[in-house]
């Protein structure tokens, strides 16, 4: 093979999907999922097994620069995941429906997802709540659009919350948080991202559910585990949550590389004889 597109057309890679999720759960196997925003991430994540590749709206804060998720639109957002899905060989690639997409009624939320499907060709999308949205989550997986819930911690109400500190910590929270679970997972949902809610409070809801759960900031229990990228690549190196594991610090990578091409252009030693024409 001397070509990159025949390297990539050889690769023997046997697709994920919501039914090897599912199947990974009963098999006890746990599940990895990554976010990413962008074509040559995504290759890299998914030549490296990934097993879903999120295109979250945490793209409005670490590519965009805003500090919520809140401002990012459904273009953007399908932007983002069209770029995600050129690099996608192997992996699920999930798109998040952006706040105000999905929230006031389940005709609206049905749109935006079939939007999303149609127009980037996403796998799945995931939505933020329990109750308030069921009619949506509802809606959508009967027109045959995989869903993905999303409790505990959902950034799209943080004006709510106010603050980003752990959630369902006291009793009436928890128990809401255990019926919106089953209630996704009537719905049709296939599975369920817990965002930094108590590991003991996770491992009872993974337990009572059939479908997957995939955890942030919530304890090993959960049957999957997602980190946002630039987190745990160290990119964004000033936020650091207990629940964070960075691998990298690619911010110091980065500088350094940086800092050293400016000092070989500024001195001339960049390009030399061989780096020319
Ligand atoms: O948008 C996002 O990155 C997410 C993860 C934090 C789960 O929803």
Redesign the pocket.
Known sequence: MTDNKEAKESRDVKKVTTNTIQKMKQAGEKISMI?AYDYSFARIFDEAGIDII?V????SNVMAGHTT?LPITLDQMIYHAQSVVRARERALIVA?IPFGYYQSNSEIALASAIRIMKESGAHTV?LEGGEEIIDSVKKIVSAGIPVMG?LGLT?QSINKFGTYVVRATEKAEADKLKKDALLLQEAGAFAI?L?KIPASLAKGVSKSLSIPTIG?GAGKFCDGQ?L?MHDMLGINVEFKPRFLRQYLNLNEQITNAIQKYIKDVKSVDFPNESEQY
Do not use: C, Q
């Not at 979250?56 to 793209?59: I, K, R």
């Open positions: 976010t999120l979250g709206d945490s793209a998720t998040d995931k999303h950034p991202v965002e942030i997602v946002v």
